[in-house]
């Protein structure tokens, strides 16, 4: 009865009746299942970069640089290991650990960035995707040279190691924006270089950062034992 109401429809009505299941059938087949499954890739290696924040962005081995390889390492590690676990805890803290120092160098950059006026504009200019791509860039050298200054005259970088080539993509758009120098100036006035003492005592604690987290406090809390004997040493009356 449906089938040869429709057929009377489509024969003297215009096809009236059936353009609902016409355009019903024309929305089902506009994404295919391939397709699907590439916009979830998209979207998962967005989330990942945005979470992770890899200092090689266009390695998608996290093997070039030793301290994307070790985040990844710990990754790793713990998705093969029990969710819950005490195993899986300490990870979670070590992961945590490197992903703080480097949420923390990407909101000076966002500081610097709103404080130039790109207020609207300064997570679309920290957004760097995997498929950047050294080839697209329009000033490879002065950006990279100006990464290496941000990296020796400035403390905006949380560690002597190489600075992240993320930055670099970032500093290539500033050059185009005509905004790069200002961006340097403003970085040097905000985060001028440490003194050797602070780097000394920022050196020890990434140290302690980078252990589990049981071996920091460990560390902890024999330095700790041994400033109160110290201490104790020092005020006890003599015999």
Known sequence: MGAAFKKFCIRFCCCCCCEDDNE????????????????????KKRRDQETN??????????????????????????????????????????????????????????????????????????????????????????ARSLLQTLHTET???????????????????????????????KARHFYPPKDDDDDDDEEENTSLINLPPLLSRMNQNISGGEDEDDEGEATSPEE
């Open 24 to 43: 019903e059938d024309e929305k089902r087949h506009l994404l295919s299942h391939d397709t699907l499954e590439y916009f979830d890739r998209e979207a």
């Open 155 to 185: 403390s905006i970088f949380s560690s002597k190691e190489p600075p992240p080539e993320r930055y670099l993509f970032i500093l290539d758009r500033l050059i185009y924006l005509d905004a790069a120098e200002d961006f340097v100036a």
């Open 53 to 142: 924040l890899w200092n090689e962005p266009g390695d998608p081995s996290h093997s070039e640089r030793d301290d994307d390889r070790t985040l990844y390492n710990l990754l790793q590690s713990r998705a093969q290991t029990q969710r819950g676990s005490q195993g899986y805890r300490r990870l979670s803290i070590d992961i945590e650990a490197m992903r703080d120092i480097r949420r923390e160098v990407r909101d000076k950059w966002k500081m610097i960035l709103e404080n130039l006026g790109f207020m609207a504009e300064a997570e679309s200019l920290l957004t760097v995707s995997a498929t950047a791509s050294y080839d697209r860039m329009r000033n490879a050298a002065v």
